[in-house]
């Protein structure tokens, strides 16, 4: 593993099925964050970690959850997923807990909700 | 809330100049990014500006004012595969990143 890696790719997933999005760096990241990007919208954040047992929400938390129990991992919930929560869903990290620091993505998970 | 704001597409030739404008209004301010994404990957880092003024950085620079609620990117000697769109991001005062819709550069020989 190099960086950050997400699984699954792609997904199409029945509404009202739950589904666990997984993320993994080796950086030794301290701070992991989750975003959205829907066309127009730009990416909003999710809920994020700033160090290993910690999370938080952002901007558009409803409906997801997250964990955090070691460094490396920092999967995402959507307990049961609603049409709206058709997206692509990027898992970023950055060294430090500040905005300022350089934030690196993974590849992404386009997840369909039918 | 946040808002950034930044035109949705610009077009330019191969060889050329182009500039792409942001504002942002936040809470608090501690820095602005730019990030490059190609369609369908991954969104990477290009610029980090927290003081007002130029940082060059090859064919790219970033500007920013303070006061003004304002930075640009320029590309400078456009190639092909600077075709891509281009994300403003203001990070506020609890230190998470806005992001702006972002900008879709198309490069044309």
């Known amino acids: 593993i190099a960086g950050i890696t997400q699984a699954p790719t792609s997904q199409i997933l029945a509404a009202g099925r739950r589904m666990t999005l997984r993320c993994t760096q080796d950086m030794r990241h301290n701070a992991m964050y989750w975003y959205r990007q829907d066309l127009g919208l730009g990416l909003r954040l999710i809920h994020y970690s700033n160090t290993a047992g910690t999370t938080g929400k952002g901007e558009v938390p409803d409906g997801y959850s997250v964990s955090r129990a070691n460094t490396d991992d920092f999967p995402l919930t959507l307990a049961s997923a609603v049409p709206s929560q058709t997206s692509v869903y990027f898992c970023?990290?950055?060294?430090?807990?500040?905005?300022?620091?350089?934030?690196?993505f993974g590849p992404g998970t386009r997840l369909t909700v039918l | 809330g946040q808002n950034i704001d930044q035109p949705t597409e610009m077009t330019a030739t191969e060889g050329a100049i182009v500039q792409i404008n942001c504002t942002y209004q936040t809470s608090g301010f501690n820095g602005l990014f730019w990030y490059q994404q190609h369609a369908g990957e991954a969104p990477t880092f290009l610029s980090y500006n927290v003081l007002d003024g130029l940082e060059e950085k090859g064919r790219f620079s970033s500007f920013l004012s303070r006061s003004k609620g304002y930075s640009y990117l320029l590309l400078k000697e456009l190639q092909m595969k600077d075709s891509a769109s281009y994300l403003c991001?203001?990070?506020?005062?609890?230190?998470?990143?806005?992001f702006g819709a972002g900008t879709t550069v198309t490069v044309r020989a």
């Open positions: 970023a990290s950055s060294e430090g807990q500040g905005g300022y620091d350089e934030q690196f």
């Open positions: 991001a203001a990070c506020s005062n609890d230190y998470k990143l806005s």
